[in-house]
């Protein structure tokens, strides 16, 4: 076989082994397994170990190899790589936001939200778009050469991908260790006799820093892109354009990345990333706030210490260590399983977390929950707690992995799961667990608002066979009720007539209260004030619901469905048949009047005397409509203290935006 067929064979194998290598790191999407890949990696080692001269160092047989190093060398930044300012509040943040505005008077300041991975700066140069050197942060002015074992980081291309490659560019990132990689490794070295190590950062810090690559591979370290630093011709002038440019070169950046075009919908956005944490498998100590353009960043600047155009907006971690007793299953009204894992009772930011949520079967998989695990809990920023990892070297010795159940654990019903999601159902609509929670729901404020039935009582009602459906509760008495543990005259007699106060509710509370999927008590409200009856919303075709605003076709194919099912059908008939309150007044724009008659009306921040669902009231009380987004549409915005996104998109929109006051003056006319 001729040579240059052979040389052709290699640089075809490098290619697809390269394209597989970003599918998997930056796209999270493989589409050939494991045993595939190493296939080739195995047939590229070969043709290379008989030809040798044609093996080159962007080739993927050579990310670990070579000898160790003597000592690390120093590396001057072109580009200095300062520090950044940190912040611990959403006061601080906005008024980050705020000087950030001064500095550019006039401008729209377009924002982009990172993941603050709790890993290593390092910086990547590319030459002609291979892997030329790399570097530690240091001093933000000098750092070490560590190129030797970023070679062995799998996220790291030796060589980019595509023709938009400059001629030099320095890509900047961190670099990171998983948990469960963590718990691998320890588990290893416990018997081995080592030490262990003890967090993924410092395990990252000190495993870039070693003299031999091969050693530095054993860590299983991982990169992620989070900016540029030094180019030469980079053919984008937007953060958010330059993150989706090396993504194309195979480069992985950091996950949940989006961009805003106004700080305060970047702000809220972090309002509720935090509640996303436990889906990563990397420690996250906070989220960085960018200016997208770099144009405006040039004019910002920096300080001797770090860049005005970007924040970190850090929330404190507590983390404790405690034991796994018991995993549980419990199933929701919808039938949606939910594993709870019961812990020793352990103290975390002032309060004792005794149980912790794990989600769903991925979770438990991905982590390996066992009971009689040790793991780590943490509480980011005070909020609900979540596994960090198990500590797998402390595993008891015959400690089983978990098996998630085939059948529900109530009604021994066969589950099934989401098609394309993550969530294992019990389809069995009479499942005792589901008509318990179903119930307690239909009970709750939002719904019925039935005072005294809470949990304990809602299942009590359906283990004693006293209530199959919703309607069933229209049917109880004191006698009935008082055959129940612990139920006295008195309490029997409130109950019975909360449950008959409950039938004058309306339409509105009660869609919400029949555990529709989709459909919350906005949607509720929604549906009711258009259509005004029951009957008049079961005639409605399925394009008739998707047609009303904030309903869609998602939410239409949800009521559509269930309203002409053969058990809506039948749950409906039987509460008409209670005599419940099926109707709702329509919106009085449609009967010409009220004061609001013909408005929308959207309502943001905190008001002096009323609460939003009372100001939400009031405006559907004066015949408005009260909106839950901005829009072309919508007339009036009612902005109180710390109005947020939506103040913004109003101004941008030409929405007339009023204050409470003005708002109590446009109801009296």
Same mark, same amino acid.
């Given at each position: 076989?001729?040579?240059?067929?052979?040389?052709?064979?290699?640089?075809?194998?490098?290619?697809?082994?390269?394209?597989?290598?970003?599918?998997?790191?930056?796209?999270?999407?493989?589409?050939?397994?494991?045993?595939?890949?190493? +296939?080739?990696?195995?047939?590229?080692?070969?043709?290379?170990?008989?030809?040798?001269?044609?093996?080159?160092?962007?080739?993927?047989?050579?990310?670990?190899?070579?000898?160790? %190093?003597?000592?690390?060398?120093?590396?001057?930044?072109?580009?200095?790589?300062?520090?950044?300012?940190?912040?611990?509040?959403?006061?601080?943040?906005?008024?980050?936001?705020?000087?950030?505005?001064?500095?550019?008077?006039?401008?729209?300041?377009?924002?982009?939200?990172?993941?603050?991975?709790?890993?290593?700066?390092?910086?990547?140069?590319?030459?002609?778009?291979?892997?030329?050197?790399?570097?530690?942060?240091?001093?933000?002015?000098?750092?070490?050469?560590?190129?030797?074992?970023?070679?062995?980081? +799998?996220?790291?291309?030796?060589?980019?991908?595509?023709?938009?490659?400059?001629?030099?560019?320095? %890509?900047?990132?961190?670099?990171?260790?998983?948990?469960?990689?963590?718990? =691998?490794?320890?588990?290893?070295?416990?018997?081995?006799?080592?030490?262990?190590?003890?967090?993924?950062?410092?395990?990252?810090?000190?495993?870039?820093?070693?003299?031999?690559?091969?050693?530095?591979?054993?860590?299983?370290?991982?990169?992620?892109?989070?900016?540029?630093?030094?180019?030469?011709? *980079?053919?984008?002038?937007?953060?958010?354009?330059?993150?989706?440019?090396?993504?194309?070169?195979?480069?992985?950046?950091?996950?949940?990345?989006?961009?805003?075009?106004?700080?305060?919908?970047?702000?809220?956005? &972090?309002?509720?990333?935090?509640?996303?944490?436990?889906?990563?498998?990397?420690?996250?100590?906070?989220?960085?706030?960018?200016?997208?353009?770099?144009?405006?960043?040039?004019?910002?600047?920096?300080?001797?210490?770090?860049?005005?155009?970007?924040?970190?907006?850090?929330?404190?971690?507590?983390?404790?260590?405690?034991?796994?007793?018991?995993?549980?299953?419990?199933?929701?009204?919808?039938?949606?399983?939910?594993?709870?894992?019961?812990?020793?009772?352990?103290?975390?930011?002032?309060?004792?977390?005794?149980?912790?949520?794990?989600?769903?079967?991925?979770?438990?998989?991905?982590?390996?929950?066992?009971?009689?695990?040790?793991?780590?809990?943490?509480?980011?920023?005070?909020?609900?707690?979540?596994?960090?990892?198990?500590?797998?070297?402390?595993?008891?010795?015959?400690?089983?992995?978990?098996?998630?159940?085939?059948?529900?654990?109530?009604?021994?019903?066969? *589950?099934?799961?989401?098609?394309?999601?993550?969530?294992?159902? &019990?389809?069995?609509?009479?499942?005792?667990?589901?008509?318990?929670?179903?119930?307690?729901?239909?009970?709750?404020?939002?719904?019925?608002?039935?005072?005294? *039935?809470?949990?304990?009582?809602?299942?009590?009602?359906?283990?004693?066979?006293?209530?199959?459906?919703?309607?069933?509760?229209?049917?109880?008495?004191?006698?009935?009720?008082?055959?129940?543990?612990?139920?006295?005259?008195?309490?029997?007699?409130?109950?019975?007539?909360? %449950?008959?106060?409950?039938?004058?509710?309306?339409?509105?509370?009660?869609?919400?209260?029949? &555990?529709?999927?989709?459909?919350?008590?906005?949607?509720?409200?929604?549906?009711?004030?258009?259509?005004?009856?029951?009957?008049?919303?079961?005639?409605?075709?399925?394009? =008739?619901?998707?047609?009303?605003?904030?309903?869609?076709?998602?939410?239409?194919?949800?009521?559509?469905?269930?309203?002409?099912?053969?058990?809506?059908?039948?749950?409906?008939?039987?509460?008409?048949?209670?005599?419940?309150?099926?109707?709702?007044?329509?919106?009085?724009?449609?009967?010409?009047?009220?004061?609001?008659?013909?408005?929308? %009306?959207?309502?943001?921040?905190?008001?002096?005397?009323?609460?939003?669902?009372?100001?939400?009231?009031?405006?559907?009380?004066?015949?408005?409509?009260?909106?839950?987004?901005?829009?072309?549409?919508? =007339?009036?915005?009612?902005?109180?203290?710390?109005?947020?996104?939506?103040?913004?998109?109003?101004?941008?929109?030409?929405?007339?935006?009023?204050?409470?006051?003005?708002?109590?003056?446009?109801?009296?006319?």
């Amino acid at each position: 076989m001729a040579k240059k067929s052979i040389a052709d064979q290699i640089e075809a194998l490098r290619r697809e082994i390269r394209e597989h290598d970003r599918r998997y790191h930056v796209e999270n999407a493989p589409i050939i397994s494991d045993l595939e890949y190493d +296939k080739r990696v195995n047939a590229l080692k070969e043709l290379e170990a008989a030809h040798p001269e044609l093996i080159t160092p962007d080739s993927p047989t050579q990310r670990v190899g070579g000898e160790p %190093i003597s000592a690390l060398a120093n590396v001057q930044h072109r580009v200095p790589m300062l520090s950044m300012d940190n912040t611990y509040s959403v006061e601080e943040l906005e008024k980050f936001g705020e000087r950030t505005a001064k500095l550019l008077p006039g401008e729209e300041i377009a924002w982009v939200v990172e993941l603050k991975i709790d890993g290593v700066a390092v910086a990547l140069t590319y030459e002609q778009g291979v892997l030329a050197q790399a570097a530690t942060r240091g001093t933000g002015q000098v750092g070490d050469d560590i190129t030797h074992n970023m070679r062995t980081v +799998k996220g790291v291309p030796l060589r980019l991908l595509g023709d938009e490659v400059p001629p030099t560019v320095e %890509i900047r990132g961190e670099v990171y260790m998983t948990n469960s990689d963590l718990a =691998d490794i320890n588990a290893r070295r416990q018997v081995e006799g080592l030490d262990l190590y003890a967090n993924p950062r410092n395990t990252a810090a000190g495993g870039i820093k070693l003299l031999d690559p091969k050693q530095s591979a054993e860590r299983k370290l991982r990169f992620y892109c989070h900016g540029v630093g030094y180019d030469e011709g *980079l053919p984008v002038r937007t953060h958010w354009e330059f993150l989706k440019l090396v993504q194309q070169w195979g480069v992985p950046v950091t996950p949940l990345a989006k961009r805003f075009d106004s700080f305060a919908a970047a702000v809220e956005h &972090c309002q509720h990333v935090v509640g996303q944490l436990h889906e990563f498998d990397f420690e996250v100590d906070g989220l960085v706030l960018k200016v997208d353009s770099f144009d405006q960043r040039a004019k910002l600047g920096a300080t001797s210490k770090a860049p005005r155009w970007l924040v970190a907006y850090k929330f404190e971690k507590y983390e404790a260590t405690t034991k796994v007793n018991d995993i549980f299953i419990t199933v929701g009204k919808s039938g949606a399983l939910t594993p709870t894992a019961e812990l020793e009772p352990v103290q975390i930011a002032g309060t004792s977390v005794s149980r912790v949520g794990l989600h769903n079967v991925e979770e438990i998989a991905r982590k390996d929950i066992r009971v009689g695990d040790t793991i780590v809990v943490e509480k980011a920023g005070k909020i609900i707690p979540h596994v960090v990892r198990v500590e797998k070297h402390l595993r008891p010795e015959g400690a089983l992995e978990f098996v998630y159940p085939t059948h529900c654990p109530v009604c021994k019903t066969k *589950l099934e799961k989401d098609e394309g999601g993550v969530f294992i159902r &019990c389809p069995n609509f009479t499942c005792p667990a589901q008509l318990g929670e179903r119930l307690l729901y239909f009970a709750g404020r939002s719904a019925m608002d039935i005072e005294g *039935l809470g949990e304990k009582l809602a299942y009590q009602l359906v283990e004693n066979g006293l209530v199959h459906d919703f309607a069933d509760l229209y049917e109880l008495t004191e006698e009935k009720l008082m055959e129940l543990e612990r139920m006295g005259k008195k309490s029997a007699e409130k109950l019975v007539a909360n %449950i008959g106060a409950s039938k004058s509710r309306g339409l509105a509370r009660l869609l919400n209260a029949l &555990c529709i999927r989709h459909v919350g008590a906005r949607v509720a409200t929604t549906l009711a004030e258009h259509f005004g009856s029951m009957d008049d919303l079961q005639a409605a075709s399925e394009e =008739d619901l998707s047609n009303v605003e904030e309903v869609g076709p998602v939410i239409a194919e949800s009521v559509h469905s269930f309203l002409h099912s053969e058990r809506g059908e039948r749950a409906v008939q039987k509460l008409k048949n209670a005599d419940l309150d099926m109707t709702s007044p329509k919106k009085a724009a449609l009967a010409g009047g009220g004061s609001l008659a013909g408005l929308t %009306i959207v309502v943001t921040g905190t008001l002096a005397n009323f609460k939003r669902e009372e100001i939400e009231a009031m405006i559907v009380d004066n015949g408005g409509r009260a909106g839950s987004s901005i829009s072309k549409k919508t =007339d009036y915005l009612v902005a109180g203290e710390n109005a947020g996104t939506k103040l913004d998109k109003a101004t941008k929109l030409g929405v007339r935006i009023i204050s409470q006051a003005e708002f109590e003056r446009l109801i009296q006319g």
